[in-house]
């Protein structure tokens, strides 16, 4: 096992989000990247963040239609992971500082990367 | 706009890209310039979008790794580790010695021909073709021993899960140093024009200058980081056999393009210092272990040190043979907020110059 | 100054010969480690598939009913997955790279084996065009 960075992951809710990250802002951790992966109801957003060596997970379960706080108003530098998650899966992200108003790969389809199946309400793919 | 207006000159905007003769991989910018400044800029990329992490829901985990490495041709090799070493966490595998020495020689030589190659495009920036053609003829070498070692000249092809595919033996790699030996004489001649030459400080000082605090806010990463003052390496952390090697990370305190140029030829300098360690150093063994059957479920998470900057592999399995989540969060994509704050107040000429200070590498941003 | 650096290579690009090499006249030689293409030493192949299996870029077909074994060398990256797949050991890495010409036509790009396939009570007698012994020795 290759055992070489101090690393924890921290499951938090939404309404923590923006509280824990102005902590980490303050204590002087840099923001790494923010992932996105797709369950099959849900999708799971990881917000990474490192100081030093370390390297400390928020992670936060979002049902398909909540909304989750933009984090921009803290660390400036997250528009850019918050637009592609927003547009690969479709969660909703809100009042992100630079908005590419879906165009950061501009597919024919989008939602590309989530694997939830939406049955009753309507889809919001189709050709751009 | 025509002289005998006299209405007041507003903001025009003009497109950049994605040709564009000096942009290695296609990038669009809008920018809007009042006169010749440029006071905004709204970046555009998804031209190169493969879907990369989707596929690797369909491939088998152990092939994947050369469709990781094809993420982009410049960062290939260390593209492949990563994701042999987030593999290779979530298995539990302990990678031979030999394995990771040479895995650590496979990368500085990576480090050293990725940032020859970006020293020509940065003077081809600025229009300095001779530096631009002077530094690749010197990279030729550089690639030639690539191919040497490990088979391929740009896509080395000798990362697998498990250790690397093949060994070149201790007698092609000290035969392999010494043919650099010439390399690294002309490289100190051309630094003597990167850092002399009044020109080329004339175009290099003072522009795209990105404060400490910007830098680190806007999460950027690399000689980006390092340039402007903060002492951050992810090979600190010891991975393969940087645990046993000298380093300690370059770092100027500028913040602008002279500064990125001075972080990048100091790592190549200190590359060839850590290329003689490990050939010095290289232990005997065999080169991989079989790896065979289903990952167990599970997670990890893997930070490297690629030529551009800090890059971090994601692998998720569900213990089938086909990966549930693998995600690359390149150096270049943390490093695009920052560009775009470098990029105000520069004039139009200065443009490319400070794209390509970031060494743009769109193809690993996209993937 | 530092001008003189440039001046000096300058000077001494006029009076050396060229940098580059004049291809096709002049060919780099390759290295015996080169990853240049896939051979198939065809006797030995049982035509299992495990090879267009594992190719991640789908670049081999393999037929057992018709006996064939076929490599598209333009979709090949030359990656090596085959060979460690292979279950006999009968592909292996050649060092010569298949240049342009080569990828000219068609014909040029597809490279393939084939036996005649042995009906299934295995009589054995029937030697394959490619010189192969019969199919699942």
Same mark, same amino acid.
């Given at each position: 096992m290759?055992? $070489?960075?101090v690393?924890t992951?921290?499951?938090?809710e939404v309404s923590?989000?923006?509280?824990a990250?102005?902590?980490? $802002?303050a204590?002087?951790? $840099?923001?790494?990247?923010?992932?996105?992966?797709s369950?099959?109801?849900?999708?799971?957003?990881?917000y990474?963040f490192g100081?030093?060596?370390?390297?400390?997970?928020?992670?936060?379960m979002?049902? =398909?239609?909540?909304?989750v706080?933009?984090?921009?108003?803290v660390?400036?530098?997250?528009?850019?992971?918050?637009?592609?998650?927003?547009?690969?899966f479709?969660?909703?992200?809100? $009042?992100?500082a630079?908005?590419?108003?879906?165009?950061?790969?501009? =597919?024919?389809?989008g939602?590309?990367f989530?694997k939830?199946?939406?049955i009753?309400?309507s889809s919001e793919?189709g050709p751009? | 706009m025509?002289?005998?207006?006299k209405?007041?000159?507003?903001?025009?905007?003009i497109?950049?890209?994605p040709q564009h003769?000096?942009?290695?991989?296609?990038?669009?910018?809008?920018?809007t310039l009042?006169?010749?400044?440029?006071?905004? %800029?709204?970046?555009?990329?998804?031209y190169?979008?493969?879907?990369?992490?989707?596929l690797v829901?369909k491939?088998?985990?152990?092939?994947?790794?050369?469709?990781?490495?094809?993420?982009?041709g410049?960062?290939?090799?260390?593209?492949?580790?990563?994701?042999?070493?987030?593999?290779?966490?979530?298995?539990?595998?302990?990678?031979p010695?030999?394995?990771?020495?040479?895995?650590?020689?496979?990368?500085?030589?990576?480090?050293?021909?990725?940032?020859l190659?970006?020293l020509?495009?940065?003077?081809?920036?600025?229009g300095?073709e001779?530096l631009?053609?002077a530094?690749?003829?010197?990279?030729?070498? +550089?690639?030639?021993v690539?191919?040497?070692?490990?088979?391929?000249?740009?896509?080395?092809?000798?990362?697998?899960?498990?250790?690397?595919?093949?060994?070149?033996?201790?007698?092609? @790699?000290?035969?392999?140093?010494?043919?650099?030996?010439?390399?690294?004489?002309?490289?100190?001649r051309?630094a003597?024009?990167?850092?002399?030459?009044?020109t080329?400080?004339?175009?290099?000082?003072? +522009?795209?200058?990105?404060?400490?605090e910007?830098?680190?806010?806007l999460?950027?990463?690399?000689?980006?980081?390092r340039?402007s003052?903060v002492d951050y390496?992810a090979r600190?952390?010891g991975?393969?056999?940087y645990?046993e090697?000298?380093?300690?990370?370059?770092?100027?305190?500028?913040g602008?393009?002279?500064?990125?140029?001075?972080v990048r @030829?100091?790592?190549?300098?200190?590359?060839?210092?850590? @290329?003689?360690?490990?050939?010095?150093?290289?232990?005997?063994g065999?080169?991989?272990?079989?790896?065979?059957?289903?990952?167990?479920?599970?997670?990890?998470?893997?930070r490297?040190?690629?030529?551009?900057?800090e890059?971090?592999?994601?692998?998720?399995?569900?213990g089938?043979?086909?990966?549930?989540?693998f995600?690359v969060?390149?150096?270049?994509? %943390?490093?695009?907020? %920052?560009?775009?704050e470098?990029i105000?107040?520069?004039?139009? %000429?200065d443009?490319?110059?400070?794209?390509?200070?970031?060494?743009p590498c769109?193809s690993?941003?996209e993937r | &100054?530092a001008?003189?650096? &440039?001046?000096?290579?300058?000077?001494?690009?006029?009076?050396t #010969?060229?940098?580059?090499?004049?291809?096709p006249?002049?060919?780099r030689?390759?290295?015996?480690t080169?990853?240049?293409?896939?051979?198939?030493?065809?006797? #030995?192949?049982?035509?299992?598939? &495990?090879?267009a299996k594992?190719?991640?870029?789908?670049?081999?077909v393999?037929?057992?009913?018709?006996?064939?074994?076929?490599?598209?060398?333009?979709?090949?990256?030359?990656?090596?997955?085959?060979?460690?797949a292979?279950?006999? #050991?009968?592909?292996? &890495?050649?060092?010569?790279?298949?240049?342009?010409l080569?990828?000219?036509?068609a014909a040029g790009?597809?490279?393939e084996?084939?036996?005649e396939?042995?009906?299934?009570?295995?009589?054995?007698?029937?030697?394959?065009p490619?010189g192969?012994?019969?199919?699942?020795?």
């Open positions: 290759i055992e $070489r960075e690393l992951v921290e499951e938090i923590k989000l923006i509280p990250v102005d902590a980490l $802002r204590a002087g951790w $840099r923001i790494i990247q923010i992932l996105g992966v369950g099959a109801d849900h999708i799971e957003l990881n990474s100081l030093g060596m370390q390297h400390r997970i928020l992670r936060l979002v049902a =398909p239609e909540a909304e706080p933009s984090i921009t108003s660390f400036l530098g997250a528009y850019l992971y918050e637009n592609e998650i927003r547009d690969l479709g969660v909703k992200i809100e $009042r992100i630079v908005d590419w108003l879906g165009k950061v790969y501009d =597919p024919v389809e939602k590309a989530s939830i199946t939406v009753a309400t793919g751009r | 025509s002289s005998h207006e209405a007041a000159p507003g903001p025009t905007v497109p950049f890209g003769p000096v942009l290695p991989e296609p990038l669009h910018f809008d920018l009042e006169d010749e400044k440029v006071v905004g %800029a709204i970046p555009q990329i998804g190169i979008h493969r879907g990369l992490e989707l829901e491939r088998d985990y152990l092939d994947y790794v050369h469709i990781a490495e094809r993420i982009c410049i960062c290939s090799f260390m593209h492949g580790m990563g994701y042999c070493e987030a593999v290779e966490t979530i298995l539990g595998t302990q990678v010695d030999r394995a990771r020495w040479l895995r650590t020689f496979w990368s500085e030589l990576e480090r050293v021909h990725s940032h190659l970006w020509g495009l940065a003077a081809d920036a600025f300095f001779n631009f053609h530094s690749w003829r010197a990279r030729e070498t +550089v690639i030639d690539a191919e040497e070692t490990s088979g391929g000249r740009v896509i080395f092809g000798s990362a697998i899960v498990g250790g690397v595919s093949r060994d070149p033996g201790d007698e092609t @790699l000290r035969r392999c140093m010494k043919a650099i030996e010439p390399v690294r004489a002309e490289i100190l051309l003597q024009v990167w850092i002399g030459e009044p080329v400080r004339h175009r290099l000082s003072g +522009v795209g200058y990105v404060s400490k910007m830098a680190y806010t999460g950027a990463v690399g000689p980006m980081l340039a003052g390496d600190a952390q991975y393969e056999a645990g090697i000298e380093f300690k990370p370059v770092v100027e305190t500028a602008d393009c002279m500064a990125r140029v001075l @030829l100091g790592e190549i300098e200190q590359s060839f210092r850590i @290329l003689d360690e490990v050939v010095a150093k290289m232990p005997a065999p080169v991989s272990v079989p790896i065979k059957g289903m990952p167990p479920v599970g997670e990890s998470w893997i490297l040190e690629q030529p551009r900057g890059v971090l592999y994601f692998v998720r399995s569900n089938t043979r086909q990966l549930e989540r995600r969060r390149t150096p270049t994509f %943390a490093n695009i907020p %920052a560009m775009v470098a105000k107040g520069v004039s139009l %000429a443009v490319p110059t400070v794209i390509l200070t970031i060494d769109i690993c941003t | &100054m001008f003189i650096p &440039m001046t000096r290579t300058a000077l001494r690009n006029l009076f #010969k060229p940098a580059t090499r004049r291809y006249f002049v060919v030689p390759t290295y015996p080169s990853r240049g293409r896939i051979l198939n030493d065809f006797p #030995k192949c049982i035509l299992c598939s &495990m090879c594992h190719c991640p870029a789908d670049a081999i393999v037929d057992k009913a018709e006996g064939l074994w076929r490599i598209d060398r333009f979709a090949c990256v030359i990656c090596g997955a085959c060979i460690r292979c279950p006999v #050991k009968c592909l292996s &890495m050649g060092n010569e790279r298949p240049t342009a080569d990828f000219s036509d790009r597809v490279h084996h084939r036996r396939a042995a009906p299934a009570a295995g009589n054995g007698s029937g030697a394959g490619a192969g012994a019969s199919a699942g020795a």
